[in-house]
């Protein structure tokens, strides 16, 4: 079945220092890639999504690229502030209608 | 965005009993929606796809008779814990969206946290 990768599981970064979280994919019919930000206890917000037919995009630090080839789409995240903090999951969405997460890394900023 | 509200927000029962969880789209049809379970500093597990009209669709793994997803209209999908155990303690979370269209985003509602004594 479907099957979405990421790496790393935790990472810990110091305040305006960039992150990147890479996750891969294993089914080629995926074509849209969402990322989550889940703060504890609560429900999962929707930061960042890059469609099939896209090869990045740029929300203000918020960056997401995407290689079909290879199927790895990362999450990119500069100038990291504490409140950055969280679990970051990403997913990828097939043919049908389920959206397959990945583990989840969860992000520490230091102050 | 979207707006899906789930209902209780937490739960405590005792072993044996069941549990109903709703889960409502409040601005928006739909004809699908999906179960989640996250158990403690884990991702979220597809247990089912809810179908507005027809029968759930299990992920594998998943015991259809012991999560009963009920999907009777378009704005309203709940699951039943059957019998529950200590074991079935998690949070439970629902979305809708990410059908066919044009951005694919799910919307979650806000997740119950289940505790079985």
């Known amino acids: 079945g479907e099957n979405v990768e990421q790496h790393p599981s935790t990472l810990s970064v110091q305040e305006g220092d960039s992150a990147v979280i890479k996750c891969t994919y294993s089914?080629?019919?995926?074509?849209?890639f969402p990322w989550y930000k889940q703060e504890l206890g609560k429900r999962p917000q929707l930061i960042i999504d890059?469609?099939?037919?896209?090869g990045e995009k740029k929300d203000q630090r918020i960056a997401v690229t995407l290689n079909k080839t290879a199927k790895h789409f990362s999450l990119h995240i500069t100038e990291t502030q504490p409140e950055d903090s969280a679990v970051y999951f990403c997913?990828?969405?097939?043919?049908?209608?389920?959206?397959?997460f990945g583990a989840g890394t969860r992000l520490f900023v230091k102050a | 965005g979207a707006v899906v509200s789930q209902h209780p927000s937490w739960v405590i029962c005792k072993s044996g009993t069941s549990v109903k969880i709703e889960c409502r789209s409040l601005?928006?049809?739909?004809?699908?929606m999906f179960w989640y379970r996250q158990f403690p500093k884990q991702s979220l597990m597809l247990m089912a796809t809810?179908?507005?009209?027809?029968?759930?669709?299990?992920e594998q793994g998943v015991e259809k008779d012991k999560f009963l997803i009920n999907h009777a209209s378009l704005t309203l999908s709940t699951l039943t814990v059957t019998s529950a155990h200590p074991e079935d303690s998690s949070f439970y979370i629902c979305?809708?969206?990410?059908?066919?269209?044009?951005?694919?985003?799910?919307?979650f509602g806000e997740g119950s946290r289940l505790t079985v004594l």
């Open positions: 979305s809708a969206g990410g059908e066919t269209g044009v951005t694919g985003e799910l919307f």
């Open positions: 089914d080629s019919a995926s074509n849209y």
């Open positions: 890059i469609r099939s037919n896209v």
């Open positions: 997913a990828a969405k097939g043919g049908g209608f389920k959206t397959i």
């Open positions: 601005d928006f049809q739909a004809t699908t």
């Open positions: 809810s179908n507005e009209g027809s029968k759930a669709t299990y």
